[in-house]
C-alpha cells in the first residue's frame, strides 16, 4: 500500500515552531495560525516511533509526507523554519519520504533540484496561490524543474481565509474552494499543453472539482479526454464523493491518501481489484512514472 498524503512534523520543526513568537507558532502543543482558531495537537501523531509502528502494521510500503500548507511556512521567509522541515523529513525511516516545498518569496529553482536529488518525491505547491491562470504562470520555474526532472506535483490547501466560523470551516469550506479554484485555473491555464510530462496529484479529490463537468459543459467549457498524468487523492472521502469523481476521471487517475493524523483509511466500497489499483498501482504510477516497473503488491 502506497500513501501519497500524510504529515509528520519532524522535531526541529516543532522547536522551530515553539520558538516563533508570530503565526505560525506553537505554545506547548497548542497550535497558533494566522486565520485559524487555535488548535490542540495530539503529540503522538507526530511521535515517529509510532507513526513508524503504525504504518508497519498497515503494510504500508511508501507514505509521503508533506509540509503543513495551511500554516503559510511558504510565504513566510523564516528560512529556518522551512530548513528544519526538510533536514527532518529526510531523516525519517522507512516507508515515510518527502514532498519538498519551497520558499515562495524568493522560489530558488536551484535548491528545488537539490533536494530532489537528495531523494524528496516531488513538489509540493499550496493550491492559494494557484488559484487563477495567472498564478499557475507566475511558479512556471518551479514546475519546469519537476517536469524536467520527472518528479510530481502535490498540490495542497494552503492558508484560509479569516473567518468566525466553527473549527471545521476551513477543512470544509476554504480548502476544498481552493482546490477548485486550483483545478479548474490550471485547465483554463492550458496545463497541460504547457507541462506535457508533469504528473500532478490533487489532495482531497480536488474539493471534488471533477463532479461540476456538467456545469462546465452546461457554461461553454469542455473536460477534454482523461489525463492520465493528473490525479485525485482520497482524504477525507468516501464511497460516495469518490465513486462520483471516479465516474469522471476514471478509476485509474484515483489514488490512496490518508491526510493522517488528520484522517484514516476510508473503505471506498470499489471492490478488492479496484481498491488495489487505488492503494497500489495508481501511486506508483503518480510518483514514479509509468515506465517505472511497480514492485509486487505489498513488497516495499
Not at 533540484?113 to 507566475?138: E, N, R, Y
Not at 496529484?201 to 471534488?208: I, K, N, P, Q, S
Request: aromatic share 8%; with cysteine; net charge negative.
Amino acid at each position: 500500500m502506497i500513501d501519497v498524503h500524510q504529515h509528520l512534523w519532524p522535531e526541529a520543526f516543532v522547536d522551530r515552531l515553539r520558538a516563533r513568537r508570530q503565526p505560525p507558532y506553537l505554545t506547548g502543543w497548542t497550535l497558533h495560525t494566522a486565520t485559524e482558531a487555535p488548535y490542540d495537537v495530539d503529540p503522538a501523531a507526530h511521535e515517529l516511533g509510532k507513526r513508524v509502528a503504525l504504518e508497519q502494521d498497515l503494510g504500508t510500503t511508501l507514505a509521503a509526507v508533506s509540509l503543513s500548507s495551511p500554516l503559510g511556512v511558504e510565504h513566510l521567509g523564516d528560512e529556518e523554519l522551512l530548513t528544519a522541515w526538510h533536514a527532518g523529513a529526510a531523516e525519517f525511516p522507512k516507508p515515510f519520504r518527502a514532498w519538498a516545498s519551497v520558499n515562495l518569496l524568493e522560489p530558488d529553482v536551484e535548491e528545488l533540484k537539490s533536494l530532489l536529488a537528495k531523494g524528496f518525491l516531488g513538489l509540493q505547491l499550496p493550491a492559494h496561490v494557484l488559484g487563477t491562470p495567472a498564478g499557475w504562470d507566475a511558479v512556471g520555474e518551479l514546475l519546469r524543474t519537476a517536469e524536467l526532472s520527472g518528479r510530481p506535483m502535490l498540490v495542497h490547501p494552503g492558508v484560509a481565509d479569516q473567518t468566525d466560523g466553527p473549527g471545521w470551516w476551513a477543512p470544509v469550506v476554504d480548502y476544498t474552494a481552493q482546490l477548485q479554484a486550483a483545478w479548474w485555473a490550471w485547465h483554463a491555464y492550458g496545463g497541460r499543453h504547457a507541462y506535457p510530462e508533469l504528473r500532478m496529484c490533487f489532495v482531497a479529490a480536488a474539493g471534488l472539482a471533477p463532479v461540476h463537468h456538467e456545469r462546465l459543459t452546461a457554461r461553454g467549457g469542455r473536460l477534454g479526454t482523461i489525463d492520465p498524468k493528473l490525479y485525485v487523492d482520497t482524504s477525507s472521502y468516501g464511497p460516495q464523493g469518490i465513486d462520483a469523481v471516479a465516474r469522471v476521471l476514471g478509476i485509474d487517475q484515483v489514488v490512496h491518501g490518508t491526510d493522517r493524523p488528520y484522517a484514516g483509511i476510508t473503505d471506498l466500497r470499489q471492490g478488492d481489484a479496484a481498491t488495489a489499483v487505488i492503494r497500489h498501482d495508481n501511486p506508483h504510477r503518480l510518483l514514479f512514472g509509468a515506465g517505472f516497473p511497480p514492485p509486487e503488491r505489498g513488497v516495499q
